[in-house]
């Protein structure tokens, strides 16, 4: 029996805008995603059995086919035939259904447990071919690091590492769907949209404030006027000292990037007692290794 111990890292957009809406129902967008460090553990072992078993911290998540673990498992065992089973015990760190990709990040790591553990020899190419069969955000989560990312997400390219820095993360008592705002989300009155090339080339010049004083998300016209603890937060994340704050994905988690770690510490001991978070972590971007 075989044994893997994996780590599935969160992400953060730094720039989110959408293009347009597709005849297919998906949504075309242009990204700079960002792992941070932040991540859940996942622990794999083969069985003798055929069966997929996942175990979770969390009582509320399924374990089942509804939990993209179990999918991308179930997935690689049919494509490949692979007879063993599989064993996963989940220990969720990053928050869920908060815009940081938690679940796909959790499917990207499966996916790679897989290849290892059933020594499939596939090619982290060929990894995020798969991957995008189970959710947009997975070939990223493959990937990691710093990355543009564009057509539903799926279509990908490696940036050079973003400037250091300090990174507090927000999540809000609140849940949003992301579903709920993408359905709602009128571009024809969408006002400002994130600069993603000006981004690129800040990153690229390893420019901190040029890049950092062009993030926008076009999704917070969506979830700042239903969920005003959304502004509340990234207000006080700049009062706080940080250079720019946003939400991440569809939210509603809210970052804030700093280049003084006192100025960190301090408002993340604020937000601990403020009321405002369910989830405060301060940490930093990853790079993964090559």
């Known amino acids: 029996m075989k044994t893997l111990k994996l780590k599935a890292y969160a992400k953060i957009n730094l720039g989110l805008d959408v293009i347009r809406k597709r005849e297919d129902g998906y949504h075309e967008v242009r990204m700079i995603m960002q792992t941070v460090g932040i991540y859940d553990r996942i622990s794999m072992n083969s069985t003798n059995s055929p069966m997929i078993k996942v175990k979770t911290n969390l009582h509320y998540l399924p374990t089942d086919n509804n939990n993209l673990v179990y999918k991308a498992a179930a997935y690689m065992k049919e494509k490949f035939q692979i007879k063993e089973g599989v064993y996963i015990n989940l220990e969720k760190k990053i928050p869920v259904a908060a815009g940081m990709a938690g679940g796909s990040a959790d499917a990207a790591a499966t996916l ?83 600069d993603i090339d000006g981004i690129v080339e800040a990153i690229k010049h390893q420019d901190l404030y040029g890049a950092s004083k062009l993030f926008a998300n076009v999704l917070e016209t969506v979830t700042e006027k239903d969920y005003p603890v959304i502004k509340q937060i990234k207000d006080s994340m700049l009062e706080k000292g940080a250079i720019c704050s946003l939400m991440s994905g569809s939210g509603p988690t809210v970052f804030g990037l700093f280049d003084d770690f006192n100025a960190a510490q301090k408002a993340f001991y604020y937000f601990k007692v403020s009321g405002l978070g369910k989830q405060i972590y301060l940490t930093d971007m990853y790079q993964p290794r090559i």
Do not use: W
């Open 112 to 194: 790679y447990g897989m290849n290892h553990l059933f020594d499939l020899k596939l090619s982290k190419e060929e990894l995020m071919e798969i991957g995008v069969k189970l959710g947009a955000d997975v070939p990223y989560c493959i990937l990691r690091g710093t990355a543009l990312s564009e057509g539903i997400g799926e279509i990908l390219t490696p940036l050079p590492p973003f400037p250091p820095c300090k990174v507090l993360v927000v999540k809000p008592l609140i849940n949003v769907s992301t579903k709920y705002v993408y359905e709602n989300l009128r571009l024809d009155q969408v006002a400002i949209h994130p």
